[in-house]
T-cell receptor, first 113, second 121 residues
Framework: AQSVTQPDIHITVSEGASLELRCNYSYGATPYLFWYVQSPGQGLQLLLKYFSGDTLVQGIKGFEAEFKRSQSSFNLRKPSVHWSDAAEYFCAVGANGNTPLVFGKGTRLSVIA | GAVVSQHPSWVICKSGTSVKIECRSLDFQATTMFWYRQFPKQSLMLMATSNEGSKATYEQGVEKDKFLINHASLTLSTLTVTSAHPEDSSFYIC?????????????????FGEGSRLTVL
């Protein structure tokens, strides 16, 4: 069975600082990996995804993530955080293109001036 | 892009009543939709997989007689919370895949509705 661990429940960064949100997954084969963002009371928006090819993927809003098979990780990064990035971020894994996704518990990002 | 719409976005009901939540794919067809439940400040927990034209598949621990799912067409799935109780209060989110996007860079992506917040008094 697949599982996702997001070790950080809450992270606070200063506006303009760099950001890295951690995600570790458990799955026997190469998984489909996703990062979603959720603003309060809203649905989820896809930031980026990986299923094959280049292990460094670019997403929307200046986010990127790197798939590292040896570490079973798919960490999300952004070089310069904006106040509007404050939200809940979820890492998710799927076995293939048809199965439902399994989500991590999320990391809440706060941005301070 | 693919749009999934949920209705209502917010509902309050009395204990013992039933509430229906609709999930529609507006610009694509979805043979499969997924219903998730999210408790405050927690992750999304898969409740069931809704299959067009057939019975839904429920996750372990989810009462199928309490959470009725109907996937009547390729663009509509409904979740009915029957005889609602305060502990059913939660944020319910549906998601869907475009059935025509079966490979390539679009593989696997789920499109999410805006969510429906249910409060049972």
């Amino acid at each position: 069975a697949q599982s996702v661990t997001q070790p950080d429940i809450h992270i606070t960064v200063s506006e303009g600082a760099s950001l890295e949100l951690r995600c570790n997954y458990s799955y026997g084969a190469t998984p489909y990996l996703f990062w979603y963002v959720q603003s309060p009371g809203q649905g989820l928006q896809l930031l980026l995804k990986y299923f094959s090819g280049d292990t460094l993927v670019q997403g929307i809003k200046g986010f990127e993530a790197e798939f590292k098979r040896s570490q079973s990780s798919f960490n999300l990064r952004k070089p310069s955080v904006h106040w509007s990035d404050a939200a809940e971020y979820f890492c998710a894994v799927g076995a293939n293109g048809n199965t439902p996704l399994v989500f991590g518990k999320g990391t809440r990002l706060s941005v301070i001036a | 892009g693919a749009v999934v719409s949920q209705h209502p976005s917010w509902v309050i009901c009395k204990s013992g009543t039933s509430v229906k939540i609709e999930c529609r794919s507006l610009d694509f067809q979805a043979t499969t939709m997924f219903w998730y439940r999210q408790f405050p400040k927690q992750s999304l927990m898969l409740m069931a997989t809704s299959n067009e034209g057939s019975k839904a598949t429920y996750e372990q621990g989810v009462e199928k007689d309490k959470f009725l799912i109907n996937h009547a067409s390729l663009t509509l799935s409904t979740l009915t919370v029957t005889s609602a109780h305060p502990e059913d209060s939660s944020f319910y989110i549906c998601s869907a895949r475009d059935r025509l996007r079966g490979s390539g860079e679009n593989t696997g992506e789920l499109f999410f509705g805006e969510g429906s917040r249910l409060t049972v008094l």
